[in-house]
């Protein structure tokens, strides 16, 4: 099993959609995880952490289930904007800022 | 602030030559990293390093170099290039804080290459 594993997608969803993506990892014993954006031919940005509790920033939510061993990503009232792909990231070990990236879930918002 | 700046953006090299990626960030992190970007393949970690003078392995370093003189600048040098290292490199840095086990890696733009 990969430590890190998403959907490629793509999500093809139309404006004002709600979507939303899964990311499962497999080491339970892991301690952070992030959502990055990646726009085409560019590199990753940070998008937000994921917190425990869940958190929000504005239209978007992360969550994560530590019991599922998995993460989400929802995006509400999508924009063309939001056209991106959106990279799961782990870190597995703790400390030395070591982390496993997923292949990323490509997201096309539709007109 | 130009943050982490890549050169150069693309390259074209024959099999068996080498070459320096260079990356420089002007933010005054410890930490920088060099991973590689395949298609359908999450990136991974080539080699990090934690300080000017540290450096250490990551996830794929076979074929590939790398040095940390100073807080700025961690070169990336491939020797006797192959096809197989084809892909697109990015250069990433990040400043860690006490009872943190990860901050945000602010990535450059990358460096598209490809072996023939």
């Not at chain 1, 793509?10 to 497999?26: K, L, W």
């Not at chain 1, 958190?55 to 009232?77: H, K, M, P, V």
């Not at chain 2, 990136?43 to 990551?58: F, P, Q, R």
């Amino acid at each position: 099993r990969k430590e890190v594993e998403q959907d490629p997608g793509p999500f093809n969803v139309p404006e004002g959609a709600t979507v939303a993506f899964n990311c499962t990892y497999s080491n339970s014993a892991s301690q952070s995880f992030f959502w990055y954006r990646q726009d085409c031919r560019k590199e990753p940005k940070l998008l937000m952490s994921v917190y425990s509790s869940g958190n929000e920033d504005g239209r978007f939510t992360a969550q994560l289930n530590r019991a599922s061993q998995y993460i989400s990503l929802l995006i509400r009232d999508s924009k063309l904007s939001d056209s991106a792909t959106y990279l799961c990231v782990v870190n597995p070990r703790g400390g030395y800022q070591k982390v496993t990236f997923g292949i990323g879930t490509k997201l096309q918002v539709i007109p | 602030n130009a943050g982490v700046t890549q050169t150069p953006k693309f390259r074209i090299l024959k099999i068996g030559q080498s070459m320096t990626l260079q990356c420089t960030q002007d933010m005054n992190h410890n930490y920088m990293y060099w991973y590689r970007q395949d298609p359908g393949m999450g990136l991974k970690l080539i080699y990090y390093s934690v300080g000017a003078g540290i450096t250490d392995k990551g996830e794929v370093p076979n074929g590939y170099n790398v040095s940390r003189s100073t807080t700025e600048d961690f070169p990336l040098r491939l020797e006797l290039a192959a096809p197989s290292q084809t892909s697109v490199y990015f250069c990433a840095s990040s400043f860690p804080t006490s009872g943190s086990s990860y901050n945000e890696q602010f990535f450059g733009p990358g460096t598209r290459l490809t072996v023939l």
